[in-house]
């Protein structure tokens, strides 16, 4: 695809501009399409909250995944047709690991397509990574086997076959990994049924089912659904009593950024992220959650009353786009108990090294901004890019020696729309953020795989490259971005 064919956003965001003479363009799409930079709008719909929330059942491992088209999850007391890791269950099992143990979990392809497993923030392998190109085709199998080498943190696996990553998700396809180690055990933090694991996921429901049919503005704002999911269960409501939960919270989601608080007004204890805890509690009113990203939060019901409701709320935001246009809930904590709680958060949680700048023996600097549309096939779609490039499995993008450190940089300074940005096979820490929000975010002051930059912002992040050689992506996890080829690979050497 030649650079001019490109019909470029405008950097105002407000009209295409067309370059390279392709006016014709625009007119030949189809005509139902209205064609606006900041995407469709799709408002959420809030439910009831009075069906139950549920969770994953927990495994330890030597569990077969077998994706495959199933009933499962819970609409307004239905269940949809959707793709499960098992039958009969809109989300896989939970996977509890803990820190140096061998893991194989064989995954058996029950669908009619091709498809794969990702496990998005653990450093495996190349070979076991789930990349986009390693697939596995219908009807066949793949035994995925490593060592979990992390430190405790959450994070989670599902499907990653080029350009049908987002399909596969948005009808159900993923799962959580709990990796726990003796430094996260010796904290005493809040367990058992006063830890609560949320899978936020957004869909569009059409009868019984999770449509899946993005337009060509859906491709560039990233696919978005009017029905909030919690673990599979729209609205759902959970009871609590007056004590400290610990709440780990994924955003799921194909492309919905979630502005998180609570109702009460109250703040709450950011604890951990993606690559697990962070170095001290940082107190929070709210917190802004793209795709691929997760949460560790102390959030203290005490104080409240027998009966209270407490919703979760997404709130409005900037992000000069389709989203963050409305405040909505997305579950409803209901007090059932009036009990006290010992719990003390420490105020010291885990040593957290920081990388120095000057250790670092390379910079790269990745160009997130110039995002457009172009004409192939015979339709107008979205052209997503890193450095005006999209991701060809047959190129190596870059080279970077193993066990060194880098400083890399996601420049979204003249781009119009959110990305959150994700390396495969590496933990990062987040230097500095300019432009837009201006700073790091309060849990970005730990370890991240996925780092969300808005529009107009530059975020650098230094890596240590370790000694696990080989091939790995690096992409935007908005995931219709993803699929639409804003991805690179790296290679460790
Ligand atoms: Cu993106």
Not at 291 to 308: H, T, Y
Request: charged share 15%; aromatic share 10%; hydrophobic share 35%.
């Amino acid at each position: 695809m030649k650079r001019n064919q490109f019909i470029k956003l405008s950097a105002a965001g407000a009209a295409y501009t067309l370059i390279g003479g392709y006016s014709g363009l625009l007119s030949s799409c189809s005509k139902d399409e209205n064609i606006t930079s900041a995407g469709d709008y799709i408002p959420v719909t809030e439910g009831s909250f009075n069906t139950p929330l549920a969770f994953p059942k927990v495994m330890q491992s030597n569990f077969a995944l077998t994706p495959q088209l199933t009933a499962g999850g819970n609409f307004k007391n239905n269940s949809l047709s959707v793709y499960g890791y098992e039958a009969g269950s809109i989300l896989g099992p939970t996977f509890q690991f803990t820190k140096g143990q061998p893991v194989s979990i064989n995954v058996q392809n029950q669908l009619s397509d091709v498809s794969n497993v990702h496990w998005h923030g653990l450093s495996v392998p190349s070979m076991m990574d789930g990349q986009p190109h390693q697939l596995i085709q219908s009807g066949s199998f793949f035994l995925y086997s490593y060592t979990v080498n992390e430190r405790a943190t959450l994070c989670w696996y599902h499907p990653h076959p080029h350009g049908d990553t987002a399909r596969q998700v948005m009808k159900g396809l993923a799962g959580l990994i709990v990796v726990t180690d003796d430094e996260e055990n010796a904290l005493n933090l809040p367990g058992g049924d006063r830890e609560i694991f949320l899978v936020i996921q957004d869909k569009r429901i059409s009868g019984n089912e999770i449509s899946y049919s993005p337009t060509m503005n859906d491709v560039m704002t990233g696919f978005m659904g009017e029905s909030v999911f919690v673990n599979g269960i729209y609205a759902p409501y959970h009871e609590v009593s007056t004590v400290q939960y610990r709440i780990r919270v994924l955003n799921g989601s194909n492309a919905r950024i979630y502005h998180l608080a609570l109702s009460n007004g109250k703040s709450f204890a950011v604890i951990g992220s993606d690559g697990g805890l962070l170095s001290t509690p940082q107190t929070v009113n709210s917190i802004l959650l793209g795709p691929g990203e997760r949460l560790d939060l102390i959030v203290d019901f005490s104080g409240q009353n027998l009966n209270d409701e407490i919703f979760l709320l997404s709130k409005t935001f900037d992000a000069g786009t389709a989203q963050g246009l409305q405040e909505f809930r997305i579950m409803k904590f209901v007090v059932n108990k009036i009990e006290s709680d010992s719990f003390q958060l420490p105020s010291a949680l885990s040593l957290i090294t920081l990388l120095p700048e000057s250790q670092s023996v390379a910079s790269r600097n990745f160009d997130i901004s110039n995002q457009g549309m172009n004409m192939s096939g015979g339709h107008m779609h979205g052209s997503h890019t890193i450095n005006d490039l999209s991701y060809d499995e047959s190129r190596i993008d870059e080279t970077v020696a193993k066990n060194t450190i880098e400083v890399w940089t996601f420049d979204n300074g003249q781009g119009t729309e959110p990305h959150p940005m994700h390396l495969h096979g590496v933990q990062f820490q987040v230097l500095d953020r300019t432009g837009g929000r201006n700073a790091v975010q309060p849990h970005e002051t730990g370890w991240k795989d996925t780092v969300l930059v808005m529009p107009y912002e530059k975020v650098r992040v230094i890596i240590p490259f370790g000694a696990n050689t080989g091939s790995f992506v690096f992409h935007c996890h908005n995931l219709e971005h993803e699929d639409d080829g804003m991805m690179l690979q790296y290679e460790i050497t």
